[in-house]
């Protein structure tokens, strides 16, 4: 296209985006509207994807960070040809694909966007796989707004991205000055945002937005910048070609007041369709799997913790598929990802302590169709709950492993103990929350989860522990296991990891004073194993949760659904950590958060006492 027809197609944009959101009588036309030329620029110049194929190998990749300009990116796949007027006039309503922010029910959305900052970490991840990964020249363009700047998780990435070199990564920044609220921290200060980003080693372009022949040369640039990403940082005007709306405060996230006067004001409604490039040929390096998964081996006298046995199982799964890749957060010789990484050390990604970063590139990972684990200390993942919530969102597949869980780490402290992992990891929709409590358990469920849909979370524990079970041992996503089981149980105490140990060990206890006590193994948090609660509940008549985290949201919570369904309410005593720890002993931190074999016992005595008094 000439540059008198690029800008053309850019007013379209703008015209299609004003369109779609007086059909819906809400979104965001003004947002949209300022970076219509970067759109167009793109879409007709330098995108290279079939719209046919949004499979194919060699595409490009975009990645509209700022979702909330989803009437730009509808009204650019018209122009393409991907969908129709009619569809484009159904944004934002119900049953309509083109939802409020770009979710991936449109094929060629990779990723749900819309919860600023997440853009350019997530293209991170995908530009790693074009680089290490699939070794195939596509590039990644995420287009951003100046607001999102702010959010932490945009700097984790642009330092990670230039450490590794991403020149397949470009950043199209649309400085158009105004943000929700009024202004922007930096307005229309161009130099502000390129030279923060050339600090951190990015080649970076500043543009008149508004230029289609200096968004192409810029663009054009990008392309040709070799070892380090490209920020174009674009000047523009929010709303820009409305007079009523143009550099306005207040019109954000506001259809226009007279959608007709401002269409003719922009000149009418095109229809022009636009050939976008198509994808060079391009081959997939297909995953292999040797079908001859050797998992390592426990035996029952062996004292094993579960970050080793993930770690050493990880490593095992990785030589048996390629598809599978790890990503660290520096704490690798913790979780115990150091093993895959020495073994498969082209499949494994250091992100250094940057939780936001690691998730995200996890998603991207996937999206180019491999089978990502994410490790970190248990507490720290809640840094990244946004982009897990997002992840669901997105429909990614992604395997979140958090080690050092609960109060039995010891001397380190409140602050590196997990105890919201496992409420934050439930309710996420769709997830699998996995707690095992020994090695062989904790090695089948490493290899179940590469092949689960949706974000599955393992949680892991720092002290050796006695092996329970046999390594021929079958451990179902949604079952559980009965230790110890007869029928003359007065309570059935339900466990899961650290606390599986120490139920055991009040069982034995209570044993000899003559109370028997049922133990459950819990080890499927989310999917629950309802059938075995409800048959404990109706043999016992009681329920006794014990768990190495907060009693809101983990363990004790997803017994009590089991019971959701109308079905008498056994008698539920929890325990769990209430108190605020300090340093001391693993087995002094059990004892005074409450969840040690001897307050099991206490708890049980007590049960049993008040079951005789009042049947």
């Known amino acids: 296209m000439q540059d008198e027809q690029l800008a053309e197609l850019a007013q379209q944009l703008r015209v299609d985006a004003v369109r779609a959101a007086d059909s819906a009588s809400s979104g965001h036309p003004t947002s949209s509207m300022s970076a219509a030329e970067l759109g167009a620029v793109l879409l007709a110049r330098h995108l290279r994807y079939d719209f046919a194929r949004p499979e194919h ?3 490009d990749r975009f990645v509209l960070s700022k979702g909330h300009a989803s009437p730009l990116l509808y009204a650019m796949y018209l122009a393409a040809g991907a969908i129709d007027e009619e569809e484009l006039l159904t944004f934002r309503k119900k049953g309509s694909r083109l939802e409020g922010h770009p979710t991936p029910r449109l094929p060629w959305v990779d990723v749900a966007t819309g919860s600023l900052g997440q853009g350019l970490p997530v293209g991170v991840g995908m530009a790693l796989a074009g680089k290490r990964l699939d070794q195939i020249p596509y590039r990644v363009w995420v287009l951003s707004g100046d607001s999102e700047m702010a959010e932490g998780s945009v700097w984790e990435a642009v330092e990670h991205a230039s450490y590794e070199r991403l020149d397949n990564l470009t950043l199209l920044l649309d ?4 943000g929700q609220r009024g202004p922007t921290r930096f307005g229309w200060d161009l130099d502000a945002y390129a030279r923060r980003l050339r600090a951190h080693g990015w080649h970076t372009v500043e543009i008149d937005g508004h230029d289609v022949r200096a968004v192409d040369d810029a663009l054009s640039e990008a392309a040709a910048t070799v070892g380090r990403p490209t920020a174009v940082v674009a000047r523009t005007e929010k709303g820009r070609g409305v007079t009523a709306v143009q550099d306005q405060e207040g019109k954000h996230g506001k259809p226009l007041s007279d959608a007709e006067d401002a269409v003719r004001e922009l000149g009418g409604v ?17 995953a292999r799997r040797s079908g001859g998964l050797t998992l390592p081996v426990y035996g029952t006298d062996d004292k094993v913790a579960t970050r080793t046995a993930y770690g050493e199982a990880l490593a095992a799964l990785g ?11 520096e704490v690798g010789d913790s979780t115990r990802t150091e093993y895959f990484a020495k073994e498969h050390p082209g499949r494994h990604f250091q992100f250094y302590i940057a939780e936001q970063q690691m998730v995200a590139a996890a998603v991207g990972m996937y999206v180019r169709g491999y089978v990502p684990f994410a490790s970190s200390f248990a507490a720290f993942l809640t840094r990244a709950h946004d982009f897990v919530r997002m992840a669901a969102v997105s429909r990614a597949s992604v395997n979140l492993v958090g080690s050092h869980a609960g109060v039995a780490i010891g001397q380190d402290g409140p602050s590196q103990m997990g105890l919201e992992d496992l409420a934050m990891f439930r309710s996420v929709p769709g997830s699998t929350v996995l707690y ?26 720092r002290a050796d522990m006695p092996v329970l079970y046999g390594a ?12 110890r089981s007869s029928h003359r149980d007065r309570v059935c105490v339900v466990a899961a990891g650290v606390t599986v140990h120490e139920s055991l060990a009040a069982a034995a206890l209570l044993e000899r004073e003559g109370i028997p006590v049922r133990v459950v193994d819990l080890y499927s948090v989310k999917p629950v194993d309802a059938g075995t609660l409800q048959h404990a509940a109706d043999d016992t008549g009681c329920l006794l949760t014990v768990e190495d985290h907060r009693t ?45 074999a001897e307050s099991i016992a206490a708890a049980v005595r007590l049960l049993v006492a008040e079951a005789m008094v009042h049947p």
């Open 319 to 329: 030589a048996a598929r390629t598809d599978v890749v790890a990503l660290d957060a």
């Open 175 to 178: 400085v158009n000055r105004l």
């Open 57 to 59: 190998p060699g595409n």
């Open 472 to 483: 021929d041992e079958d451990f179902p996503v949604g079952g559980s296991k009965v230790l």
């Open 270 to 286: 095109r229809t022009a369709r636009i050939e976008v490039q198509p994808p060079p040929a391009a081959r997939v390096l297909h």
């Open 436 to 461: 095992p409590c020994d090695g062989n358990q904790t090695a089948r469920l490493v290899a179940a989860m590469a092949d689960l849909r949706g974000i599955s979370y393992l949680r892991t524990s």
């Open 552 to 596: 809101e949201g983990g363990l004790g919570d997803a017994v009590a659904e089991a019971f959701s369904d109308g079905r008498p309410m056994p008698r539920l005593v929890r325990l769990g950590v209430r108190n605020i720890p300090a340093s001391a002993e693993p087995k002094e931190q059990l004892h005074t958060s409450g969840i040690d």
